[in-house]
């Protein structure tokens, strides 16, 4: 479980202040799928960064489980994201020079306990295509090795900032179809940044943030599968 407490956020560009986090109350259950919605600038990405580390808080407490991660050093906070979090952005950040395989060994190597990643590949339907290089593969299929080698680490919690922001619907609906499946059968914890409020639709949980606030909470009782959420 994730609980965020009173977390504020301030970035100082110059003379400019930004408040993009306002007193943020949170708590992510374990297993849950959590959608954030809002639109740009509202601190959608903000929040991610500070929860998963990426970033620091300027006030505010974000405890994982028993562990105080506002507490941990720079170095400890590396070393706690490197075991335990996996990460899908926008932009796939495939290296260029190595192949599928290769590209989700980098993952697999982070850890004491990867997952198999032949496997992995199978799971993304790409075992076809170990050997190709990204430039080989489309929008889509970049997506999915992106997604294998977050995954090859095996995350508690994978975290992802508009993954399907570059995809057309029906790659969209493959890569969340695989965010699905990790959550339900491998009851992994998901949050998910998106502009699509279809994708919402198949959350346990939807957060709407404006103006660095969460100005809603809203628990589904009932979720869509993937491959039917409205598009557009
Ligand atoms: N590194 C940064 N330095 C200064 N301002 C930033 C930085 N990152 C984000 N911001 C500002 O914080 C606010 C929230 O940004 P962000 O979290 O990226 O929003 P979103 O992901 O919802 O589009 C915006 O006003 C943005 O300009
Ligand atoms: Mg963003």
Request: charged letters at 25%.
């Amino acid at each position: 479980m994730i609980q965020i407490e009173h977390v504020n956020k301030v970035y100082k560009t110059g003379d400019v202040e930004t408040a993009a986090l306002k007193d943020i109350n949170l708590t992510i259950q374990d297993g849950a799928f959590v959608v954030i919605l809002g639109p740009s600038g509202s601190g959608k990405s903000t929040l991610l960064n500070v929860i998963s580390g990426l970033d620091t808080v300027t006030s505010g407490k974000i405890t994982f489980d028993d562990t105080v991660l506002t507490d941990l050093s720079p170095e400890q906070m590396t070393t706690f994201r490197r075991e335990h979090l996996g990460f899908i952005f926008q932009q796939y950040n495939l290296l260029q020079n190595l192949t599928v395989h290769e590209n989700v060994q980098i993952g697999a190597d982070l850890t004491k306990d990867p997952l198999p990643i032949d496997e992995l590949l199978e799971q993304v339907g790409l075992s076809t295509s170990h050997d190709k290089y990204p430039y080989q593969l489309s929008g889509g299929e970049q997506q999915r090795v992106s997604v294998a080698r977050s995954l090859a680490k095996n995350p508690a919690i994978v975290f992802c900032d508009e993954p399907t922001g570059s995809l057309d619907e029906d790659n969209s609906k493959k890569v969340l179809e695989l965010l699905e499946r990790l959550n339900e059968a491998y009851h992994k914890t998901v949050v998910v940044i998106t502009h699509n409020t279809g994708i919402s639709e198949m959350a346990d949980d939807v957060i709407k943030m404006n103006s660095g606030r969460i100005v809603e909470l809203t628990h589904n009782e009932t979720r869509i599968a993937a491959r039917d959420i409205p598009w557009g």
